[in-house]
């Protein structure tokens, strides 16, 4: 069955730090997507990465980097230089290919304070 | 490019009510998600939608119900509020809804159910 599982429900880091958020899946789909959002306290849903399945190469966009260990499954995201804007919450998420039906499900989430 | 928007953005209801939101996808986007968030599910899956058709659907009541219009605009309704059903409900827009592309989500509908 499809699964995401986000183990720190809350991390803190100093401003100007690297921080590593946890993210492990579960799913029998060959293909899938692995997403990381971020989510300020206003509510809006920002996307931050994408990395698939078949991607050899780990994704990076700006301070943000995805480590994909496929074997393992996980899909965990680094921030470089953290910053207090970057103080919100994370989530996770898988969406499945067309055997799978395309279903997207998401991580319990990890909260994120960066420390001045 | 305008992003997803959603409307309206707060809404308060009474138990018993129904309630329709609207969401406008990114230009050139064709598949529609919903999602509630609340603090103790977190986000769970409503449905989607594809080309007007609803291409998959989680698993809440068949009181929630949704639908997309030929410009990829979708709504999706609540009949019969329950107090459970205050939420943060999250409209996102992809190109195909394929695994390959992002979903952008829109701000948000905050309902409040009394």
């Known amino acids: 069955a499809q699964k995401i599982t986000q183990t720190q429900p809350g991390m803190f880091v100093q401003e100007k730090e690297a921080v590593t958020l946890d993210c492990t899946y579960d799913?029998?789909?060959?293909?899938?997507?692995l997403f990381w959002y971020k989510q300020p306290s206003s509510g809006e849903m920002i996307f931050l990465i994408y990395q698939g399945s078949y991607d050899q190469q780990n994704a990076t966009e700006g301070r943000y980097s995805l480590n994909f260990q496929k074997a393992r499954k996980s899909a965990n995201l680094v921030i470089s230089a953290s910053q207090l804007g970057d103080s919100a919450m994370y989530f996770c998420a898988m969406r499945e290919g067309p055997t799978g039906g395309f279903k997207t499900i998401f991580g319990a989430g990890t909260r994120l304070f960066v420390k001045a | 490019k305008a992003g997803v928007t959603q409307t309206p953005r707060y809404l308060i209801k009474t138990r018993g009510q129904q309630v329709t939101l609207s969401c406008s996808p990114i230009?050139?986007?064709?598949?529609v998600s919903w999602y509630q968030q609340t603090p103790g599910q977190g986000l769970q899956f409503l449905f989607e939608?594809?080309?007007?058709?609803?291409?998959n659907k989680g698993n809440f009541p068949g009181r929630f119900s949704g639908r997309q219009f030929s410009n990829s605009r979708s709504e999706m309704n609540v009949s019969t509020l329950e107090l459970g059903d205050s939420a943060l409900y999250l409209c996102a827009s992809s190109w195909t809804g394929a695994e390959t592309y992002e979903q952008y989500f829109g701000p948000g509908t905050r309902l409040t159910v009394t």
């Open positions: 799913t029998s789909d060959p293909s899938y997507g």
């Open positions: 939608y594809f080309s007007e058709t609803q291409r």
């Open positions: 230009s050139g986007h064709r598949s």
